[in-house]
């Protein structure tokens, strides 16, 4: 009689034994492993390269040149009534102070056009600058200070070794001669660097050196508000009537399709319907952020409702039973229930969502959020710009001083885009609970 043991161990595999298949096999596996590492090295140098490429070309707009004159006050040009009126303030010419200032730092300089051409080595903003601080302090009147003033675009560029001198004068935006006027300024203390605070200060503007973001960044968060409040309740809620009290049938199955394609549909759709609709048969206000925040709510609609109903899946059907069980309606249910479990997901849904739209151009473009708006807003009914729509103006423009302003633009929107998906994965971690 056989021995069933022996007889089994006998046919036991040797899983040392290597045997052509099998080598076969894990040379394939191992060449697939080699793909990967080599397709994520690729991904990741792209990537690398793209940020390093940002970030290089637009650290330069988070600081400025600013050169320092003693600014005569004088009453004549400011003040001559004596009333010392805001009003008057305001309607002085400043540009005479900075003039006098200039011409003591070089006296040589006594014809017309070489006149011009000094006073363009400081912005043209800076006599905004002398009103505001006449008008905070009218007691600087009568008095000579050391004012540090933005210097103009050219200076910028020269000062930052974005000017190369080895191109032709006739090529360059500033001659020899106010190469060397800047360099006398340096040697004598007269310039230096700061932080560039109207970058995050200003509103846009023609010229580099005086234009900011803050404009765009309030128009974003305006109609990402408007979005909000918009979006989140009804996507919510059409997740819920859908899941929880919507019946199974032709209806419901046409609209689970609609509700998926609308999620795939290119984002200038929903500028053209927001242009149709909410501009041409409402006459809303164009170029707002109230109607950028409904068109944005549209385009994010389909996203939370489904990320809304399969938070609602994933909530286990014995805590649906245990409520009705204890005697709850199915409303009770849901909503004591139900939602409040799902109620993590749907955020981090709603979050993702939002960051997708905060980085939409295309439907903004259609509404007239593509305008040259220099006010800041302050509420959802005034004309305002996005932060992409922002970045695409300045990327059009022809202005060398524009280029580091586009890239610093892309790295404020880059923080926050991080910023809004790591919230989403914080939140996901803190309150998602595991069944």
Not at 266 to 287: D, K, Q, W, Y
Not at 329 to 338: E, I, P, R
Not at 398 to 425: D, H, K, Q, Y
Request: glycine letters at 8%; charged letters at 15%.
């Amino acid at each position: 009689m056989t021995d069933i043991s022996t007889a089994s161990s006998s046919v036991t595999p040797d899983w040392t034994v290597q045997t052509p298949h099998r080598a076969k096999r894990e040379r394939a596996e191992k060449r697939f492993r080699a793909y990967g590492i080599v397709a994520i090295s690729i991904a990741v140098a792209f990537l690398a390269s793209m940020l390093l490429t940002i970030f290089v070309g637009g650290m330069g707009a988070f600081t400025s040149s600013k050169i320092g004159l003693d600014i005569t006050f004088n009453e004549e040009v400011i003040d001559p009534s004596g009333a010392r009126d805001v009003s008057t303030f305001r309607d002085a010419n400043y540009r005479p102070l900075i003039s006098d200032a200039l011409t003591e730092i070089f006296p040589e300089v006594t014809g017309r056009s070489e006149k011009r051409d000094l006073y363009k080595l400081v912005s043209s903003g800076a006599v905004y600058q002398l009103e505001n601080m006449v008008t905070e302090n009218p007691d600087l009147i009568g008095t000579t200070q050391r004012v540090w003033l933005t210097a103009g675009t050219d200076a910028n560029l020269y000062l930052a070794g974005k000017v190369d001198q080895d191109v032709d004068e006739s090529l360059r935006q500033l001659s020899s001669v106010q190469t060397g006027r800047i360099e006398t300024l340096k040697s004598g203390g007269h310039i230096k660097t700061a932080l560039n605070k109207s970058f995050f200060t200003n509103g846009d503007s023609r010229e580099p050196e005086q234009a900011g973001i803050l404009g765009a960044l309030l128009g974003s968060f305006f109609s990402l508000l408007v979005c909000f409040v918009i979006s989140f309740p009804l996507g919510v809620l059409t997740a819920v009537y859908l899941e929880e009290f919507a019946r199974k049938n032709r209806l419901t199955d046409f609209i689970e399709v609609n509700i998926n394609n609308l999620a795939a549909v290119p984002s200038i759709v929903f500028g053209l319907l927001g242009l149709a609709i909410f501009l041409n048969v409402f006459n809303l206000p164009r170029s707002t952020p109230l109607v950028g925040g409904m068109v944005l709510a549209l385009m994010t609609l389909p996203t939370i409702i489904i990320a809304s109903r399969a938070a609602l899946r994933a909530v286990p059907p014995s805590v649906r039973e245990a409520a009705i069980g204890l005697g709850a309606s199915k409303v009770q249910t849901t909503f004591h229930h139900t939602v409040p479990l799902a109620m993590p997901g749907m955020l981090t849904g709603t979050i993702i969502g939002m960051a997708q739209a905060l980085g939409e151009t295309a439907p903004l473009l259609m509404i007239g959020m593509v305008a040259f708006i220099v006010d800041v807003p302050s509420s959802v009914v005034d004309t305002a710009t996005s932060l992409p729509v922002q970045i695409f103006l300045w990327a059009d423009n022809p202005e060398i001083g524009f280029r580091e302003m586009t890239s610093a633009a892309i790295m404020v929107l880059l923080v926050f885009l991080v910023l809004m998906n790591l919230l989403a994965v914080l939140l996901r971690k803190k309150l998602e609970r595991r069944w």
